[in-house]
Nanobody
Framework: AQLVESGGRLVQAGGSLRLSCAAS????????MGWFRQAPGKEREFVAA????????AYTDSVKGRFTISRDYAKNTVYLQMNSLEAEDTAVYYC????????????????WGQGTQVTVSS
């Protein structure tokens, strides 16, 4: 099973990006999908997650109202729409998967992508 992120790039503060995470090697329809990020010198932190079914989502407080997580079961892909980006959002963003339910602890996730760099210039 493999997760591959894409969509990260340099963007100005106030701009938008959409990250994608394409899953392959197995179906992830029974998996909760999460996005985490890690800035230089900081620990990996939870950003958003979506439950395996039903659309239940969770967000860290700093991105609520700005980021939206969604998934396309047919494409086996999860997205992170990021609006009103701030310099503090600069980090490597990782996609992750775990069975069934959302978790905010990165140790609870079984599969990880390689990450995609998001840089927000102020």
């Amino acid at each position: 099973a493999q997760l591959v992120e894409s969509g990260g790039r340099l963007v100005q503060a106030g701009g938008s990006l959409r990250l994608s995470c394409a899953a392959s090697g197995r179906t992830f329809s029974n998996y909760a999908m999460g996005w985490f990020r890690q800035a230089p010198g900081k620990e990996r932190e939870f950003v958003a997650a979506i439950k395996y079914i039903g659309g239940t989502t969770a967000y860290t407080d700093s991105v609520k109202g700005r980021f939206t997580i969604s998934r396309d079961y047919a494409k086996n892909t999860v997205y992170l729409q990021m609006n009103s980006l701030e310099a503090e959002d600069t980090a490597v963003y990782y996609c992750a998967a775990r069975v069934w339910y959302i978790a905010q602890n990165h140790a609870a996730y079984d599969y990880w992508g390689q990450g995609t760099q998001v840089t927000v210039s102020s």
